[in-house]
């Protein structure tokens, strides 16, 4: 089992940039591919973009990519989510997310959550 932590949030002008960070805590992250997915009111959970186990393999949502960068460091059991270029449309609450099966794209897939971190982008 896994325990995630979000952190980095805030609140930050169009066009900025913030960094996540997802602090897993247990045994074995460097065995779980993990995923970023953010939740806008009244709008489904939307996934924004995941990573291997490995880190060799990298995939984001269409509205973030080129914007938007995952990476982990296993040494820290950590994962990061640098986003750039942020938009209005990207406010949302952000939740980091794990899973020991290859990287995947839908939420149903991942087993363990954090409880978010709220991105507000002002225009």
């Known amino acids: 089992q896994v325990q995630l932590v979000e952190s980095g949030g805030g609140l930050v002008q169009a066009g900025g940039s913030l960094r996540l960070s997802c602090a897993a805590s247990?045994?074995?992250?460097?065995?779980?591919?993990m995923g970023w997915f953010r939740q806008a009111p009244g709008k489904k959970r939307e996934f924004v973009a995941a990573i291997s186990w490995s880190g060799g393999s990298t995939r984001y949502g269409d509205s973030v990519k080129g914007r938007f960068t995952i990476s982990r460091d296993n040494a820290k059991n950590t994962v990061y989510l640098q986003m750039n270029s942020l938009k209005p449309e990207d406010t949302a609450v952000y939740y980091c997310?794990?899973?020991?099966?290859?990287?995947?794209?839908?939420?149903?897939?991942?087993?363990?959550w954090g409880q978010g971190t709220q991105v507000t982008v002002s225009s």
């Open positions: 997310a794990a899973q020991r099966r290859a990287i995947a794209s839908n939420y149903y897939e991942y087993d363990y």
């Open positions: 247990g045994r074995s992250f460097s065995s779980y591919a």
